[in-house]
Nanobody, 123 residues
């Protein structure tokens, strides 16, 4: 069964950190481009970070310098390290995977999605 499962969300104070995990089962994640998206209430889903098969890692301007995406091929998992969190980072975070080399900010091109994990940044 092909599945992506996110974990690691939670409540954190402004300036704090969280690490999100995206674990794959039923397929080999390093053969796919992977992206993290987020969706806040009343807003459209937006791309946050991505990692191509070749290892390039583009980021949205709003998270550059604060978020880092990485892969652990042995664990078939992609991570999103989030530092210096701000209240505006509050959203449900989703990971998504698509076959092939390239990454995209268009959610429609991703074949597999996780269920999402809530991140709340608040004092």
């Amino acid at each position: 069964q092909v599945q992506l499962v996110e974990s690691g969300g939670g409540l954190v104070q402004p300036g704090g950190s969280l690490r999100l995990s995206c674990a794959a089962s039923g397929f080999t994640l390093n053969s796919y481009a992977v992206a993290w998206f987020r969706q806040a209430p009343g807003k459209e889903r937006e791309g946050v970070s991505s990692i191509s098969r070749g290892g390039s890692t583009p980021y949205a301007d709003s998270v550059k310098g604060r978020f880092t995406i990485s892969r652990d091929n042995a664990k078939n998992t992609v991570y999103l390290q989030m530092n210096s969190l701000k209240p505006e980072d509050t959203a449900v975070y989703y990971c998504a995977a698509r076959p092939g080399w390239g990454v995209s900010w268009d959610p429609a091109v991703y074949n597999y999605w996780g269920q999402g994990t809530q991140v709340t940044v608040s004092s």
